[in-house]
């Protein structure tokens, strides 16, 4: 389903290039203010991290 739903998108985004253009611009911006501002990134990190790390401990009290 997410195969699907990507390649729709792709398929939206090269249709509409304004739309690939804004869309870009948002994306650079967030990646600035990331870059920018430390606690940020940290938190960023945090959140694509905590998955991993809560299942690794799990795995050490199993």
């Known amino acids: 389903m997410m195969r699907i739903i990507f390649g729709i998108v792709l ?3 090269v249709a509409c290039p304004t739309l690939a253009a804004i869309l870009l611009a948002i994306l650079g911006s967030v990646a600035v203010t990331a ?3 430390p606690p940020v ?3 960023a990190a945090g959140i694509w991290a905590w ?3 809560t299942t690794r401990v ?3 009290w199993a």
Do not use: E, K, Q, S
């Open 41 to 43: 990134l940290a938190a």
């Open 58 to 60: 799990r795995g050490w």
């Open 35 to 37: 870059a920018t501002y």
């Open 11 to 13: 398929g939206v985004l």
């Open 51 to 53: 998955p991993r790390i």
